[in-house]
Each structure stands twice: as C-alpha cells, then as structure tokens.
C-alpha cells in the first residue's frame, strides 16, 4: 500500500496514524499528477487505486482548471490500474455537480481506451443534509468501480 499527498503535514499525520495501527503503508510526499505519469510510464498497474483530491474550485472562475485537473487526475489513474482492478475516486467541490462528475470519469476513462463498470456511487451520509435551495452542499462524490 502506497500513500501519496503533496501536503507534508497530511502525509506526516498518515504516517503517525499507520504506524499506530501497526500496518504496513509507505506514503510519499509527491505530486499525485507526477506520481501516476510514471506508474503509467513503468506500466506498474495497481490492482486497487483510491483518488482523493482536494478541492480543486473555491469560485465558479476555478471552474475550468477543475474539471480539467479531474479529468488529468483521473485519465492517468485509470491508466494506472490493471484490467479487472477497482478504482474509486472522489470529490469534494460543491461547484461540479455529480452528474459533472460522472461525465469526467467517463470521459477519462474513454480517453484512456477503458470501460469503467460503476458498481456505486456515493455521497454525504445522513450526518451532511443537503438543503433544497442549496445542490452546492451535495458537494461529496464518489464513484466505485471495476476497470477493464
């Protein structure tokens, strides 16, 4: 199991958090973009890929840099996982919808030459209601599925 986080305080608090657990994780203070380029360039697939960034869009002016950091970050981690493997990714920006959402990790996984077969796909528990004149506040996603 490999972690990878850019923010040296999250990856310290991981590595704190495994070793409390006993478990047997190496985490990597690196850029999740530059990581998977070169798993995709040694062809090294992951038989289980968990992507989950940050906010990527605080106004609606990030919105374009957004959907196309999650379509990169989610291009190169589906090429990251070997056939039949379970990819799951996420997010947390309340500005692109889960519709949105879906169509990014749709058409990067078509723009990776894959199929992805969702098995589920998630949002905020019961603890994060969402109010009827707010969708920005259904700002959790999560697609599950397998890659081939």
């Known amino acids: ?16 958090n495994a070793k ?4 047997p994780v190496d985490f990597v203070h690196r850029n999740a973009f530059d990581f998977l380029r070169e798993v995709v360039q ?7 890929l968990i992507l989950d960034p940050a906010k990527m869009a605080n106004c609606k002016e990030d919105l374009p840099k957004a959907r196309r950091s999650y379509a990169d970050l989610n291009h190169l981690a589906i090429q990251s996982v070997e ?3 379970i990819f799951a ?3 947390c920006t309340g500005l692109v919808s889960e519709g949105e ?13 894959r199929t ?3 098995f589920h796909i998630g949002g905020p528990g019961p603890d994060h209601p969402v109010a009827s004149n707010f969708p920005e506040g259904r700002y959790l996603k999560a697609v599950f599925g397998r890659v081939f």
């Open 1 to 16: 199991v490999c972690g990878i986080d850019l923010d040296e305080k999250v990856v310290a608090v991981a590595k704190a």
């Open 20 to 23: 409390l657990n006993q478990l």
């Open 42 to 48: 040694k062809k090294d697939h992951a038989g289980l």
């Open 83 to 85: 056939r039949g493997g």
């Open 89 to 91: 990714t996420f997010s």
């Open 101 to 113: 959402f879906l169509d990014i990790v749709a058409s990067s996984a078509d723009r990776a030459g």
């Open 116 to 118: 992805i077969e969702i």
